[in-house]
């Protein structure tokens, strides 16, 4: 490894929640996470990462410029990459020029979350290099105006998470037990987005409310869901025994990884959740939000065929979830749909993204 760790730098400022994506390259690589405030530092602090904080700006988030200057100033002078997990934008002041910067989103996409010009402006202003994340998503950020040769072919670290989950199965499971569940229920993982058009308004309330005493359900909330909306969720679960109101944090060793190790079949939206859950080969139903709530079917299109074969609620039978979990489990998944999503959606899905993403660094540094 040629690039030293102290030299690495992870930008999460005030998005605690996207660490998780740079865990899995930490582990491997080292470096140090950079944040703007108190509070996201004592959220990284109790995950017993190394911290960088020079300022305490938590109403900062997407527009930074001048007001994170000296954050910039100490990266500017000491960093030799530094890897972006959101869409910052800078003013020419402090935009970095010295370190290599390298915009790797916190996920694959299946959101048009790069469609739009501006976004597009702000990458080619702001960062050295952007993860291509698969062969799919590079040519429509080519097609969008980003040069290649300033994307890199490298996807998403936390991809060897979620390919090895299956090795926390029988973990999580004791800890659930405890939880509530029982042994031959059915466990449904209910990760809904919560920007946008989302399941998550009415669609996954109706779920939770209506699912039988056949299936476990594990609800988890985008980390940026509305309180309001927490807080009905959490009351909900409260009040049923095969329920789980499990976000970030909240429940020790239940993590998003761990969901994925022991659900029988996946809910969710336009997430790049649902993404990660195609290289677990696992049943997904598509959940629609009603009305102005519900996603376009255009969201779907670069795996339009796995929503078409999967099952689906929305305000048709959102009230009549168990039918439709049932049918989807007993279905299962087709083969040959799930793989040829994987090799079109995801650079190294074999379990090598960290290894990639390390060597492409060191032949940066």
């Given at each position: 490894?040629?690039?030293?760790?102290?030299?690495?730098?992870?930008?999460?400022?005030?998005?605690?929640?996207?660490?998780?994506?740079?865990?899995?390259?930490?582990?491997?690589?080292?470096?140090?996470?950079?944040?703007?405030?108190?509070?996201?530092?004592?959220?990284?602090?109790?995950?017993?990462?190394?911290?960088?904080?020079?300022?305490?700006?938590?109403?900062?988030?997407?527009?930074?410029?001048?007001?994170?200057?000296?954050?910039?100033?100490?990266?500017e002078e000491n960093a030799s990459i530094v890897l972006f997990y959101e869409l910052f934008s800078f003013?020419?002041?402090?935009?970095?020029?010295?370190?290599?910067?390298?915009?790797?989103?916190?996920?694959?996409?299946?959101?048009?979350?790069?469609?739009?010009?501006?976004?597009?402006?702000?990458?080619?202003?702001?960062?050295?290099?952007?993860?291509?994340?698969?062969?799919?998503?590079?040519?429509?950020?080519?097609?969008?105006?980003?040069?290649?040769?300033?994307?890199?072919?490298?996807?998403?670290?936390?991809?060897?998470?979620?390919?090895?989950?299956?090795?926390?199965?029988?973990?999580?499971?004791?800890?659930?037990?405890?939880?509530?569940?029982?042994?031959?229920?059915?466990?449904?993982?209910?990760?809904?987005?919560?920007?946008?058009?989302?399941?998550?308004?009415?669609?996954?309330?109706?779920?939770?409310?209506?699912?039988?005493?056949?299936?476990?359900?594990?609800?988890?909330?985008?980390?940026?869901?509305?309180?309001?909306?927490?807080?009905?969720?959490?009351?909900?679960?409260?009040?049923?025994?095969?329920?789980?109101?499990?976000?970030?944090?909240?429940?020790?060793?239940?993590?998003?990884?761990?969901?994925?190790?022991?659900?029988?079949?996946?809910?969710?939206?336009?997430?790049?959740?649902?993404l990660e859950a195609i290289l677990l080969d696992k049943p997904l139903i598509f959940a629609y939000g009603?009305?102005?709530?519900?996603?376009?079917?255009?969201?779907?299109?670069?795996?339009?065929?796995?929503?078409?074969?999967?099952?689906?609620?929305?305000?048709?039978?959102?009230?009549?979830?168990?039918?439709?979990?049932?049918?989807?489990?007993?279905?299962?998944?087709?083969?040959?749909?799930?793989?040829?999503?994987?090799?079109?959606?995801?650079?190294?899905?074999?379990?090598?993204?960290?290894?990639?993403?390390?060597?492409?660094?060191?032949?940066?540094?």
């Amino acid at each position: 490894m040629k690039i030293s760790e102290s030299k690495v730098y992870y930008f999460i400022g005030n998005f605690p929640s996207h660490a998780l994506h740079a865990i899995p390259l930490y582990e491997k690589l080292g470096g140090t996470f950079v944040v703007l405030s108190k509070k996201a530092e004592r959220d990284l602090l109790d995950r017993n990462l190394p911290v960088l904080r020079l300022q305490n700006s938590p109403r900062l988030h997407l527009e930074l410029g001048s007001k994170a200057q000296d954050t910039m100033d100490f990266l500017e002078e000491n960093a030799s990459i530094v890897l972006f997990y959101e869409l910052f934008s800078f003013d020419e002041e402090s935009r970095l020029k010295n370190p290599k910067t390298i915009f790797m989103t916190h996920g694959n996409m299946l959101k048009n979350y790069m469609g739009e010009q501006d976004r597009v402006q702000k990458l080619l202003d702001s960062y050295s290099y952007m993860a291509a994340l698969g062969p799919k998503m590079k040519k429509k950020f080519i097609s969008l105006g980003i040069p290649e040769d300033r994307l890199l072919d490298i996807g998403v670290a936390r991809t060897d998470e979620v390919v090895n989950a299956t090795l926390k199965k029988s973990s999580t499971l004791d800890r659930l037990r405890k939880l509530g569940w029982k042994k031959g229920q059915k466990i449904v993982a209910y990760p809904p987005t919560y920007w946008g058009d989302s399941s998550v308004y009415e669609t996954g309330l109706d779920l939770v409310s209506n699912i039988s005493e056949n299936y476990f359900a594990i609800v988890r909330p985008h980390p940026q869901t509305k309180n309001s909306l927490l807080r009905k969720y959490k009351k909900l679960c409260s009040k049923k025994p095969n329920a789980l109101y499990a976000t970030e944090g909240n429940i020790d060793q239940l993590g998003l990884v761990e969901l994925f190790a022991v659900a029988d079949v996946i809910v969710g939206d336009v997430s790049s959740v649902m993404l990660e859950a195609i290289l677990l080969d696992k049943p997904l139903i598509f959940a629609y939000g009603h009305g102005r709530h519900r996603q376009d079917s255009s969201d779907y299109e670069d795996i339009k065929e796995i929503v078409e074969f999967s099952q689906s609620l929305d305000e048709s039978n959102s009230k009549n979830p168990n039918e439709v979990i049932k049918t989807a489990i007993q279905n299962g998944i087709d083969e040959k749909l799930w793989d040829s999503a994987k090799k079109r959606m995801f650079y190294n899905y074999d379990g090598t993204s960290v290894e990639s993403i390390i060597e492409t660094l060191d032949t940066l540094a």
